[in-house]
């Protein structure tokens, strides 16, 4: 199945522009950039000045948001967390340590934007394989999937919030699949 994709930076309203380092990632991995923005939006976005935007040192600990004025004091506060707590998730992707860290030796490495980025393009490629090999290619339940790959409850609202994002940034969206 060919993965479509669009490298451009898209204007939208109080979402700004896809900056350009998204469309390069999603294109290396085949995901199509509003889609990934997108879910990316949705994991770490904040409003900064009438726009919303991802926020790199975002954590979240245990189903509570932290965000931090620079990576370093996110790599302070991740190492910390990570002495009592496991149910956390870092930077971009908000990628989730328990089901994702041992990939990593270094957990404090995906406080790299670069290196979130490209990780979180490779779980929602992965995970739109998984639709395609199920035989309904679809990128909106690969986003859901990417937020919780085995519980439908959780996965529906997920993707329903991106699409909606999605919305706000592109009149392509509904070329990705319908939301269910």
């Not at 085949?30 to 900064?48: A, M, N, T």
């Not at 439908?152 to 993707?159: G, L, S, T």
Request: with cysteine.
């Amino acid at each position: 199945m060919i993965k479509f994709f669009v490298i451009a930076i898209l204007s939208a309203s109080a979402y700004g522009e896809i900056p350009r380092a998204y469309g390069v990632v999603a294109e290396k991995y085949g995901v199509p950039v509003e889609v990934f923005y997108s879910v990316i939006l949705q994991e770490s976005g904040e409003s900064r000045n009438g726009t919303y935007h991802p926020w790199p040192w975002t954590l979240n600990v245990a189903h509570k948001a932290y965000r931090y004025r620079s990576k370093a004091e996110a790599k302070a506060a991740l190492i910390e967390f990570m002495n009592y707590e496991n149910r956390i998730a870092v930077g971009l992707g908000q990628i989730y340590l328990p089901a994702h860290g041992h990939k990593f030796s270094d957990p404090t490495a995906l406080l790299n934007p670069r290196v979130n980025l490209e990780y979180a393009a490779q779980i929602l490629s992965s995970e739109f394989d998984v639709t395609s090999r199920n035989g309904r290619p679809n990128w909106w339940v690969a986003a859901g999937r990417y937020h919780h790959p085995s519980k439908e409850e959780y996965a529906a609202p997920y993707r329903a919030l991106v699409f909606m994002k999605c919305r706000e940034i592109s009149a392509q969206c509904t070329m990705y699949g319908d939301i269910l």
